[in-house]
Each structure stands twice: as structure tokens, then as C-alpha cells.
């Protein structure tokens, strides 16, 4: 069953007007830029065209990056551990917040206004859009549509991406409910069709495809300690098991079962322009935090999962994909590898940061890879510093130390 509803602002931003700290000095030959607060309102600033964005959180709050000139444009206090989601409409990213997501603009552009076909701004803002939800999970981003998952309730709430931003914070969502609440993930396809986790609290175990009318499309419980999900090209939805990936296409879930008994498949990263998806691979189930030097590529189309020995290990933060499908996986030797995912060939291997070690809890801030145009965006935290790729030379084109610790990375293209 589902409804479609309006959520409005619940809760303010807190501490969103505080100004940021000053920035510390860098070594010669980096940027060193400190940040200016970050308004809930702001004028525009007209420029050429639109302006690729990063967030990046940190202890104290989130830092807005110019993703071309890696210098902080702006920079907001909050308390408490945030995360950051894309929003998928080349504008906003979701800062996780105890109680449900707020829209924050990056300033990558706004709408046309005036004499102007085209209109940009230089200026970020938190917006007056905030989506309740009872422990916020996953944020999932697909076609038009972006789908949230609310671990504590297994309510979904799906939107089209859009819609976010607008004068009086409010956003229409269609929303979902699964049987039981769990920490879940959802994907919604362009059809309609709703793709969701299964579970309790204490487990999950499988997942199911609703209709846009609601009704059952199909049905699996194979799928032991389900965790995280990709799309790859043709709208084909995985989600990670202890024993393989399930596979959803065509109407109906098949699975991808792994070479080892026990080979659990948590993170995973797709692309359109890919039928196959990146993903961990571990096979200690007791490990306290096992450090693996695998990675898994599942072809979608056959079924067949390949395993690539990448020489480090990395974390859950380490797998990405480039503008071309390609595969990217940073290590924990500082090397990003660009890998061809229909052999498993590492073609390149590029060092961007010095060596570093994961540590066990995962809130805290270790190295991290995001992709935006052609670009790979990796952050050292150890030396709060940040560094551009170019994916089509393979080459650093940039570094800045920033003035906070980065921890979560989110961008967005404008």
C-alpha cells in the first residue's frame, strides 16, 4: 500500500548559522582556504555556468567545496554525527539529521528568473526542506526518482528529485511501508516499480518488488544479512548477502552466489553505462573488522562473479565508479586502481594520499573516493586534505588543505 502526502519542515537546522573555524596553513604547492558561514537564505551571485559541488562533513558540521577550484564556499555548525546523501538532481545533497533529511543547496545553480534563460549562483544554503523519518537510513538515487529508508519505522518515501528546495519547504513523497522495521534499503525504477529490503530487527533476509499500484511483482528470501545496493545499466537493481548478490530484472530475483561459503557482499557501486556492479568481499564472519585485499565484480547479465586481487586493502568508503563505468577502488596503500570491470584488469594505479590504516569504528573519518564528471575527489584525513583526479589522464590536477577534518563526501555535478 502507499499515499501520497506532503512533509514539511520539522526542526531547525541546529546551529546552522554559526561561522567555521580558521584554516590552518598548508605545505607549499597546496591551497589552504578558510570558510565563510553558511546562511539558511542567501542572495544569488551570477557566473558563467553551473559550479560542480562537494560537501564534506566534519565534526563540527559540513563544509561546501567549489569542486573546480577546491576552495570552502561555505560551511555550516550542526552537533551530533551527520551523514550526506546525493539528492540526485545535480543541486542538492540530504544531510542526515536525528530525525528525518534536510535539503542543503550547494550552489551549483538555481532556477532561470527574469531576462536570464539560464541563471547560477555561487552561494550555499540550507533549505527549508526537511522529510521526517524515525531513524534515517539509506538515500537512494535512480533515474528521477529518490527514495529514503527510515530504519526505525521501514516507512519509504519516495520523491521525485526535482522537487526539493522549494520557497515554503515543502516536498510531495509517495510513501511505503515494509512489514517490519528493519535497517533496510529501497530502490525505485523508472516504471514505478518498488524494490525493498525484508527483515526484523534482529535480521534480514531477502527482498521484494512492488508494482506502482502496490501489488507483489516478485519475491525472494535468499539473501542472509542483506546490506546496501547498486543499480546497473537496464534499470538492474543489486542487493548485497553473506553469500552472494541478489539480482533483480525483468520482474523476477535471481541469485549471484559466492565462491566461498561464507562471502558476504556489503558495498556495492553501479553505473549506467555498466551491466557490471562493484562490491566488497569478505569471508571472515568473525572477524572484529576484516581488512580485505578482494574485490568483487558481478556481471549482471550472465551471473557471473569474478573476484580481483587489488594488492591493499580498503574500505567501505574505497569503491566508486568513473564517468565511463570503470571501476575504482582506493586502497589503503594510498593508490586509487581503475579497473576494467568486464575483465578485472587493474589498468591504472595512481597514488593520491600516503598510506593509512581503517579504523573499527566506522563513523570515524578515513580516507574516502567520490566521482563527479570526470573527476575522482579523495580525501586524506590524517592531513585534512583533499585532491583531484583526472579520470581521462589518470593524473592529481589539484589538492587543498581544508580546515576541518572531512569525514562523509557528497557532490554533485551542477
Known sequence: MNRRTSSFVLAPFLGALLAGCAAPGGPAGSRSSAPAPMPSAAPTAEAEGPSPRLALSHRDGVMVVDAATLEVVGDAATTGFIRLNPAGDGRHVLVTQEDGWRALDLGAWTEPHGDHEHSFTTTPRLTATTIAGSHPGHVVVHGTRTTLFADG????????????????????????????????????????????????????????????????????????????????????????????????????????????????????????????????????????????????????????????????????????????????????????????????????????????????????????VRVVGDRAYVTEPSRSRLVAVDLTTSRVTGEAILPHVPNEMAGVAG
Open 153 to 368: 519505522t521501514g516507512e519509504m518515501q519516495v520523491l521525485d528529485t526535482d522537487s526539493l528546495g522549494g520557497v515554503d519547504g515543502s516536498v510531495d513523497v509517495v510513501r511505503h511501508k515494509a512489514p517490519a522495521a528493519h535497517h533496510g534499503v529501497a530502490v525505485t525504477l523508472p516504471d514505478g516499480t518498488l524494490v525493498h529490503s525484508l527483515g526484523t530487527e534482529e535480521a534480514r533476509t531477502g527482498a521484494v518488488a512492488l508494482d506502482v499500484a502496490g501489488a507483489e511483482v516478485a519475491r525472494t528470501d535468499d539473501c542472509p544479512g542483506l546490506h546496501g545496493e547498486a543499480v546497473a545499466a537496464g534499470d538492474v537493481v543489486t542487493l548485497g548477502c553473506e553469500d552472494g548478490m541478489l539480482v533483480y530484472r525483468d520482474g523476477r530475483f535471481t541469485k549471484v552466489t559466492s565462491p566461498t561459503a561464507y562471502g558476504r557482499i556489503g558495498n556495492q557501486a553501479g553505473s549506467e553505462r555498466s551491466g557490471v556492479v562493484l562490491g566488497d568481499y569478505k569471508v571472515d564472519e568473525d572477524a572484529e573488522l576484516e581488512r580485505p585485499t578482494r574485490v568483487s565484480l558481478v556481471d549482471t547479465r550472465t551471473g557471473r562473479l569474478r573476484l580481483v586481487e587489488t594488492g591493499a586493502s580498503y574500505s567501505f568508503r574505497s569503491l566508486e565508479r568513473g564517468p565511463a563505468g570503470e571501476a575504482l577502488v582506493l586502497g589503503t596503500d594510498g593508490r586509487l586502481r581503475v579497473i576494467d570491470p568486464d575483465t578485472g584488469v587493474v589498468k591504472r594505479s595512481v597514488p593520491v594520499v600516503g598510506p593509512w590504516r581503517e579504523p573499527l569504528e566506522w563513523q570515524d573519518p578515513r580516507p574516502s
